[in-house]
């Protein structure tokens, strides 16, 4: 069974450049999550999506970010413009519903600098 | 004070060591309590997953939760050099999906 797909694996910006991440989940898991992983930090929840519901964006910074997942499998976060503190590694996670929430599996993510 | 307080080490033992990673938490709706284990530049795997108090053993790796502490650990006998990587303990209530992680407590295992 394949893992969590994502893409790219690196980036590297000028501030004020946009930027967009990739995901695709693994087969038959209906919730999605977005993470970013500060350097020497555990990885904090952006977003989680059920199907193409985004029921928890609260961690969201909306002013540049933005995310969707239009088809309910694969999605897509957007940073406009980017800034310096935008530097981290972004993790997706996927995971089952229901009682398996809790069980989620991750990508290898998204190491993004800001210069 | 963050919700889950984690000693970020570095920690360094000597190979077949027996190794203890502990977290502390805030909030008692937390009901679910896992360990990932993360190596260089790779995601989390899930390592261990709890509910409520009590023990789980899975080969090497043992999970101790202590709700009336609010302190999780986790346990490994025999450690071998492929143990080396960030362990991180995270946990949720009964909301499910956001888990809430500690910062990692690097792991190294010397030959």
């Known amino acids: 069974e394949a893992g969590v797909v994502q893409s790219p694996r690196y980036k590297i910006i000028e501030k004020k450049q946009p930027v967009a991440f990739w995901c695709n989940p693994i087969s038959g898991h209906n919730t999605l999550y977005w993470y970013r992983q500060n350097l020497g930090q555990g990885p904090e929840l952006l977003i989680r999506?059920?199907?193409?519901?985004?029921?928890?964006d609260s961690q969201l910074p909306k002013d540049r970010f933005s995310a969707e997942r239009l088809k309910g499998v694969d999605s897509t976060l957007k940073i406009q413009p980017a800034e310096l503190g935008d530097s981290a590694v972004y993790l997706c996670?996927?995971?089952?519903?229901?009682?398996?929430?809790?069980?989620?599996?991750f990508g290898p993510g998204t190491r993004l600098t800001v210069l | 004070q963050k919700e889950v307080e984690q000693d970020p080490g570095p920690l360094s033992v000597p190979e077949g060591a027996i190794v203890s990673l502990n977290c502390t938490y805030s909030?008692?709706?937390?009901?679910?309590f896992m360990w990932y284990r993360q190596y260089s530049r790779k995601g989390p795997e899930l390592l261990m997953y709890t509910y409520s108090s009590g023990n789980k053993e899975d080969g090497r790796f043992t999970a101790q939760v202590d709700k009336s502490s609010k302190y999780i650990s986790l346990f490994i006998r025999d450690s071998q050099p492929s143990d080396s990587a960030t362990y991180l303990c995270a946990m949720s209530d009964n909301q499910g999906g956001k888990l809430i992680f500690g910062q990692g407590t690097e792991l190294s295992v010397k030959p």
């Open positions: 999506y059920e199907n193409e519901e985004a029921v928890d």
């Open positions: 909030n008692s709706a937390f009901q679910y």
């Open positions: 996670a996927s995971s089952k519903s229901g009682p398996s929430y809790n069980e989620q599996f």
